[in-house]
């Protein structure tokens, strides 16, 4: 697995500088979690390392590179993963999850009345469909399924995509406590072994999830110091020191002035 490094990235919206000069690496294979107050840039941020910033006519003006350490660009090997479940409403959880192996068809495969999904496509659906605990939900609109059913779905979407980085932005931050504490251990199980960078407003997530823990603030923003809690992920909640912490961070978000060179 590769590292995925931001160099100098800096955004500004007009006379908002969002941030400068930002440097981030997120180690290949691990999950680097990063928290920070509502509109400091934490989906900016995201959106720039997918290469989104300023497709948006907001003219923005955006500068910095996205490098991986294997030397290939980032495009193409990114799936997104977000509060909105995005789930279309009129297709059903199957055809939801295989949507963008449904949207990639070719010409060729149109013009050779090849079916829209091969039977291998539906057979990877279906096993991952399994491992999210979907299976019999197939062929469920979403407007069955409960909050946290539809967020396992947009994981089997992402995890169908099987790209290598996985960028998410609070995907389980709609979910009641126990759903989120269900998914955190799902995706850390199903999407081990990948580049994962979460976003999110729960330090006891992050804590629970993350290799290198990071907090942006500030404006315009800036990265403190990795925390680097010890032990495997998921780790337990009566883990003392990921408790200790989760204090620490608590009292940082509540005071959110910077001052230079903070760590814990
Ligand atoms: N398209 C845009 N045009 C102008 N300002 C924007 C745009 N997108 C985000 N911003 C501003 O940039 C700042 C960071 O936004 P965002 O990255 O969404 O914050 P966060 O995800 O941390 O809540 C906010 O002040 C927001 O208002
Ligand atoms: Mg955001």
């Given at each position: 697995m590769f590292d995925v490094i931001v160099k100098n990235a800096s955004l500004r919206f007009g006379d908002h500088l969002v941030f400068e000069n930002l440097n981030l690496t997120m180690q290949g294979g691990k999950w680097t979690c990063l928290l920070g107050g509502s509109g400091v840039g934490k989906t900016s941020l995201l959106r720039l390392i997918a290469g989104l910033s300023g497709n948006d006519n907001s003219r923005a003006d955006v500068s910095g590179e996205v490098i991986c350490e294997d030397g290939f660009p980032v495009n193409h090997r990114i799936a997104w993963m977000s509060q909105e479940d995005l789930l279309l409403p009129w297709f059903t959880v199957l055809e939801n999850i295989t949507l963008g192996q449904r949207l990639r068809r070719t010409w060729g495969d149109r013009l050779k009345r090849r079916p829209l999904l091969s039977g291998e496509t539906t057979d990877q659906a279906m096993s991952i469909l399994e491992k999210v605990g979907l299976s019999d939900k197939a062929d469920v609109l979403p407007q069955h399924l409960s909050g946290g059913q539809r967020q396992r779905a947009a994981l089997a979407r992402t995890l169908m995509e099987n790209r290598p980085l996985v960028l998410m932005d609070?995907?389980?931050?709609?979910?009641?406590a126990i759903t989120r504490l269900n998914l955190q251990d799902l995706a850390c199980e199903l999407l081990a072994n990948r580049t994962v960078l979460l976003i999110t407003h729960d330090p006891l997530e992050a804590l629970r999830l993350g290799h290198a823990v990071y907090h942006l603030r500030g404006h315009p923003a800036r990265l403190t110091d990795a925390i680097v809690p010890s032990?495997?992920?998921?780790?337990?909640?009566?883990?003392h020191e990921l408790m200790s912490l989760q204090g620490t961070l608590l009292d940082r978000l509540r005071h959110e002035s910077f001052s230079e060179g903070d760590s814990v």
């Open positions: 609070e995907p389980f931050g709609a979910l009641d032990g495997t992920t998921p780790r337990s909640l009566d883990n």
